[in-house]
């Protein structure tokens, strides 16, 4: 379509990311002030989103679920993933699944069978690893959210599940909690750890001269980077942060199991 400057696409798409469903059991400071309940009718935008699944599920192939809420508190997710199927969805091969990790649960992964058997990525949000340090950016839920990575692991561990990850917004209130989150990584088969830096986001609690400790000139700048540079051969830790002898690139798995491997021999891991 770009080749012949045809504004019409040639036919439908085979991949969809959803991302306008903002109703999430959390409002973590990091991202929203309040939270968006998932009570009354959808706003018109995820009612829009979750109609064209359905009207191009033909030539589905690939589905990403949830980046601005919480794909297992949202009824319209909930609602699709209960949907999925063989029949209605002839092409589709997998799901991809980012979530908060609070009701991403075996209660809810059978209750949502068969479209549960498509997921294959999943993307833990998580900013903590440590309780104390987790109800500060996230709330009180830390005991439900371990337990649920854990068994996301075991699912990791028999290959029910290809790809599992971690995703930490970075700001002053939890970045001395990044040696942690690497060890419940490893302990739990998961595959990259990813470091997001914090955006001056208006929707934030958090005010960014004081929580953005990525930016050069914070009072905590250095000892953030320091921390970066020691674990900056961790095989599973990827970030946009700019640091020396920090692969940043998505690695082959090839690449990336050989450095894990010399990374466990060296450590005893």
């Known amino acids: 379509a770009i080749k012949d400057k045809n504004p019409i696409m040639p036919s439908d798409p085979s991949s969809l990311y959803l991302t306008s469903d903002f109703t999430c059991n959390l409002n973590c400071p990091i991202c929203r002030s309040e939270v968006i309940p998932n009570k009354g009718k959808p706003t018109q935008a995820a009612q829009e989103e979750y109609d064209y699944v359905f009207k191009v599920r033909k030539s589905l192939e690939v589905i990403k679920l949830a ?19 063989n029949e209605d969805f002839p092409l589709l091969r997998r799901v991809h699944i980012v ?10 992964y059978d209750l949502l069978h068969p479209g549960t058997k ?20 996230r709330g009180k839920n830390f005991k439900d959210v371990i337990k649920n990575i854990q068994w996301l692991g075991e699912m990791r561990r028999d290959n029910k599940i290809d790809y599992y990850s971690f995703h930490i917004i970075i700001v002053k209130n939890n970045y001395r909690d990044i040696p942690n989150i690497l060890k419940l990584a490893h302990d739990n088969n998961i595959d990259r750890v990813l470091l997001q830096p914090f955006i001056d986001n208006p929707y934030s609690q958090y005010d960014f001269a004081d929580q ?6 914070h009072p905590e700048y ?48």
């Open 212 to 217: 953005g400790v990525h930016v050069p000139g």
């Open 222 to 269: 250095e000892d953030f980077m320091n921390i970066l540079k020691e674990y900056a051969d961790d095989p599973l830790l990827y970030s946009y942060f700019d640091i020396p002898g920090m692969n940043s690139k998505i690695e082959s798995d090839v690449l990336r199991q050989k450095s894990f491997k010399v990374y466990k021999q060296a450590h005893e891991l």
């Open 67 to 85: 980046n601005g809420g919480e794909v297992f508190y949202s009824k319209l997710q909930r609602k699709l993933l209960k949907s999925l199927n």
């Open 99 to 108: 979530s908060n990790g609070t009701m991403f649960n075996k209660h809810n």
């Open 118 to 137: 498509f997921i294959r990525d999943v993307n833990i949000s998580l900013d903590a690893a440590t309780e104390e340090i987790y109800e500060v950016v």
